[in-house]
């Protein structure tokens, strides 16, 4: 929950669901991939994952379902089947609104359970990759959502102690990693509705 007492020193955000409206999008490209390799994964499992990298879910799927693959492999599959939507992405105005407010005054960071390539394309495609001091995706860290390490790993990156931190994020999982990270945490769908 939000404190509103609490001036941070440093501001760190999700992209997918948070920055950017991405998720239908990847939810599509899941489709397609899921179908092609004969993998179940229902919508709202996919949106409860918000946050997990897709090699993470691909070798979950694969175990539960007995499904042999190449988890890396069809990860890439995944990314190369959201990259034409790519031009379709739209920010999320009141969380984008509140990064440009803060831009000049506090250090801010990008904390993405995606890969850097993509991430960094859709910031680009939003034009607003120069906000940010920093952008962490999930191979810079050895533990994923909902463990703490790409929120610490982003504030270390801005300079900033993670309790002096406010993170943003859309998912159950990104909150957890926030908290844990020590961070004032705010879930940006409480602003969507």
Not at 19 to 48: C, N
Request: hydrophobic share 45%; aromatic share 6%; with cysteine.
């Amino acid at each position: 929950m939000k404190n509103e007492l609490f001036e941070p020193q440093g501001l760190v955000f999700d992209c997918d669901g948070t920055l950017a409206d991405t998720m239908p999008l990847h939810w599509r490209a899941w489709q397609i991939v899921t179908k092609k390799h004969g993998l179940l994964f229902p919508e709202d499992r996919f949106y409860s994952l918000g946050g997990v990298p897709s090699r993470d879910i691909l070798k979950m799927l694969a175990e539960e379902q007995g499904v042999t693959l190449d988890h890396l492999a069809v990860a890439h599959e995944k990314e190369n089947a959201y990259l034409p939507l790519m031009s379709q992405v739209q920010p999320i105005h009141a969380v984008v609104e509140i990064a440009r407010a803060n831009f000049g005054k506090i250090p801010m960071a990008v904390a993405s359970g995606g890969t850097q390539p993509i991430i960094v394309q859709v910031l680009e495609h939003l034009k607003i990759r120069h906000l940010f001091g920093a952008v962490v995706t999930s191979e810079m860290v050895k533990h994923q959502k909902p463990a703490p390490d790409i929120f610490l790993e982003a504030a270390h990156r801005i300079g900033v102690d993670p309790k002096r931190c406010r993170g943003f994020e859309d998912t159950d999982l990104g909150m957890t990693a926030i908290r844990s990270a020590g961070m004032d945490a705010v879930d940006v769908r409480t602003l969507l509705v």
